[in-house]
């Protein structure tokens, strides 16, 4: 089994594939790659399960030196890298051929906060409660750190460059509303709070990571209190104090806040590729 060596982490690289389902009664979270489409396509593309295990790079790419040759590709945001120290390219969505020993730096990411380095046969991390993703309090850590190694296949199957390119969208960068259903608790909002929702532009705040995004602004709330329930990423609560807070992959699996929207998948992920700063309005959709 070959490996690949984090000679510096980058600001936050983890393991992640699809998740970790159906534990949800143990308090386990369901994890898994922030943006779910740019991690299945950059395994698609080169020709693994979708639900393979990719390495999650956030904002700033870690520098990785290899054991023996793969094949590697680039989903998401898009990713400037650098190869043995070499002239610095954009890497998303073309196979980058990987020799014994290189070394390949991976640098800031533009147009998204996350990327996904796929490699061929995906990677071979610990396998815990039928998932590879890292996740706080249920594998040993968060993140890999400096020197940590992960396993890769050392033979990958022959394979054949495609003739076609993917072209990319980016719908997070173009002000496109995120699109939401009403929640459980949205009805006993009143008129004018319910409309104020949807004529506000919301701030990613800097409180925000792979658990929650919480929002700048606040909201009147005068809704009674609710007894814990069930919450799922996606979940959009709203705090006594106004606060939104919008339930990303490692949320809780229980809250007693109001929940007042749930998030379509889709625009889920777009929400994962979205910096601190960033701003978006709501859209309501009915089921």
Known sequence: MARVTLL???????IQDTGRYG??????PSAGAMDQYAHSMA???????AEAACLEITQSGPVL???DETIVLFSGAITPVSLNKGAWKQANHHWLSISKGDVLQIGYLKHGLRSYMAIKGGFY??????SRSQSKGITPHERLLKFDTVSYDSNPLPVTFPTT???PAYPWINDSPIDVYPGPEFSLLNEEVQGQIFQNRYTISLHSNRMAIILE???PNHLPQILTHPVFPGTVQLTPAGKLILLMRDAQVTGGYPRIF??????????????????????LKTF
């Open 262 to 283: 749930q998030i379509k998948e889709e625009h889920l992920n777009y929400l994962g590729q979205m910096s601190i700063g960033a701003t978006f309005r709501f859209s």
């Open 125 to 130: 991390s610990e396998f815990i409660l039928r």
């Open 43 to 49: 395994n698609l593309l080169l020709g693994n399960p």
């Open 23 to 28: 534990f949800s009664s143990l308090g386990v």
């Open 65 to 67: 030196e290899f054991s």
């Open 165 to 167: 390119r993917v072209k």
């Open 217 to 219: 602004e606040r909201l």
């Open 8 to 14: 510096q982490p980058g600001l936050f690289t983890s």
